[in-house]
């Protein structure tokens, strides 16, 4: 999600091409936006950044949406993702929660119980520390990292929740950014 924000290309070590891990999905979603993924061995690189309205329907696999809705509040209005219905049922209210936020940074959406559309992407802002919310919710919290590739500094409220999937995720990041030539 980083390349399809901010462009470059992003090495991942270590993966199963073949694996059934749902997450796996965002690449085809991502490559459908104009993304580029090749392997090598059990390395992926991702060549970003999206390029065309991310179209998708999460039904089966709503653990994407906050990365998904990251990406497209950042990059491309006419983004639209589906299917969002039991996305109340997770760790928090994910789809409030990521709307909530990215309004907050300028974003305009189209919300209803079932889809997320982007109107308007978010707005930079270089200057200023803008607080989000990651709800306890370790995806969303992850998220609004992306998120801050575009938006410029954020302040997050309760960073530490990534521990639940990814306890190193904060120095991976921070190791992320500066292969990108950042240090937000």
């Known amino acids: 999600a980083a390349a399809a924000v901010a462009g470059g290309w992003v090495v991942v ?3 199963d091409r073949h694996s059934a891990q749902g997450d796996r999905v965002i690449c085809d979603i991502l490559a459908d936006a104009g993304m580029v993924f090749e392997w090598f061995g059990d390395r992926l690189v991702a060549k970003g950044p ?11 696999r709503p653990d994407a949406f906050p990365a998904l809705a990251a ?55 270089e200057n200023s520390l803008r607080s989000v919310r990651a709800a306890d919710d370790h995806r969303i919290a992850m998220a609004m990292a992306v998120t801050a590739l575009e938006a410029g500094p954020l302040e997050l409220d309760a960073p530490s929740c990534v521990a639940k999937s990814f306890p190193n995720f904060w120095g991976r990041w921070s190791d992320l950014l500066l292969g990108l030539g950042r240090s937000d």
Do not use: Q, W, Y
């Open 71 to 125: 990406v497209a509040a950042c990059r491309v209005p006419g983004s639209r993702l589906s299917g969002l219905g039991n996305l109340l049922h997770k760790e928090s209210s994910r789809l409030e929660v990521m709307a909530c936020n990215l309004r907050s940074l300028g974003a305009r959406l189209a919300i209803s119980d079932e889809t997320f559309e982007v109107e308007k992407v978010i707005d930079r802002e």
């Open 50 to 60: 999206v390029t065309k309205p991310i179209f998708a329907d999460l039904g089966a």
């Open 13 to 15: 070590p270590g993966l």
